[in-house]
């Protein structure tokens, strides 16, 4: 398994930007599909975006197209995700997780997860 650790949460007004990094370490992180979900207060884990273990394919969840990048530097063994455009309804937990296979976007897909790192969108 690979063990994740979030960073770059934090609180931003909306229209603003927020950059979250995942640090991963452990099994080969460059075999590893990537991914972000995210989790608002009394509400389900939902997925926001995926990449390829070679970044090159990306999934998104159709609320953040546009406005949120996923990518990664195998490098670094880190995968970040830059948000644009905020909004108060992109308030959430923003987990990182990956998985061993081709891109998914259901959570049962995932077996590794971070901690979460907090983003607020303040109005």
């Known amino acids: 398994q690979v063990q994740l650790v979030e960073s770059g949460g934090g609180l931003v007004q909306a229209g603003g930007s927020l950059r979250l990094s995942c640090a991963a370490s452990g099994r080969t992180f460059s075999s590893y599909t990537m991914a972000w979900f995210r989790q608002a207060p009394g509400k389900e884990r939902n997925f926001v975006a995926a990449i390829s273990w070679s970044g090159g394919r990306t999934h998104y969840a159709d609320s953040v197209k546009g406005r949120f990048t996923i990518s990664r530097d195998n490098a670094k063994n880190t995968v970040f995700l830059q948000m644009n455009s905020l909004k108060p309804e992109d308030t959430a937990v923003y987990y990182c997780?990956?998985?061993?296979?081709?891109?998914?976007?259901?959570?049962?897909?995932?077996?590794?997860w971070g901690q979460g790192t907090q983003v607020t969108v303040s109005s």
């Open positions: 997780a990956a998985r061993f296979g081709v891109v998914a976007d259901q959570q049962r897909d995932f077996g590794s």
